[in-house]
């Protein structure tokens, strides 16, 4: 099972910055946060990932709580094509470095 | 960045035959592959992890005798669908790399119609 909860859908404005949500509040020591997204019929496609510090690239912002039992994928000028599913997982450590994909939240990115 | 590669896109075959998916890592070696399965609406369910040089490990409740997977070198895993039924047409997605914490990365998908 995934041991993320993230909302069903959220909106965004085009040019604004999109912070997605997602808890994980059985997240283990060892276990990092991983973000991907997926636009419609393609392949999930990486964006970042993190243990507790913050990470940034150049697709996004990870922002994790002291406490590591949530986090918030920043994009911060959110452009129509960044309209996908986007998935919160955590990596569980024991289990061969795969991935459980939760439902994801569906961010509509709006002109 | 890592690439990992998928063939055929799409697929439409008759119910009854089998249909053989690839799976290639082309810039990296992976000794395990993952194969997804998502239908439309939904989420990607992991079906199978692929050992290279050994035997899959399928997640519960998936048939291996039906998904086939084989994992003969660093760089292919393919997925075989036999006796394809209407009700296995499904988005077949594969993942490779992720050694240490460094990130998986998945193909493009395969789109499989069985009429």
């Known amino acids: 099972d995934a041991k993320t909860t993230q909302p069903p859908s959220m909106d965004c404005a085009e040019g604004r910055a999109a912070n997605l949500p997602c808890n994980h509040s059985t997240i283990s020591g060892n276990e990092y946060v991983y973000w991907y997204r997926q636009i419609h019929s393609q392949g999930p496609q990486y964006i970042i990932h993190g243990l507790k510090n913050n990470e940034t690239n150049e697709m996004a912002s990870l922002i994790i709580t002291e406490d590591r039992k949530s986090s918030t994928l920043i994009l911060p000028h959110a452009t129509l094509r960044d309209t996908a599913v986007y998935y919160c997982?955590?990596?569980?450590?024991?289990?061969?470095?795969?991935?459980?994909f939760g439902q994801g939240t569906e961010l509509s990115v709006k002109p | 960045g890592a690439v990992v590669s998928q063939h055929p896109s799409r697929v439409i075959c008759k119910s009854g035959t089998s249909v053989k998916i690839e799976c290639r890592s082309l810039d990296f070696q992976a000794t395990t592959m993952f194969w997804y399965r998502q239908f439309p609406k939904q989420s990607l369910m992991l079906m199978a992890t692929s050992n290279e040089g050994s035997k899959a490990t399928y997640e519960q409740g998936v048939e291996k005798d039906k998904f086939l997977i084989n994992h003969a070198s660093l760089t292919l895993s393919t997925l075989t669908v036999t006796s394809a039924h209407p009700e296995d047409s499904s988005f077949y997605i594969c993942s490779a790399g992720g050694t240490g914490h460094s990130p998986l990365h998945f193909g493009n998908g395969t789109r499989l119609t069985v009429t």
């Open positions: 997982i955590v990596r569980v450590e024991n289990q061969g470095g795969k991935l459980i």
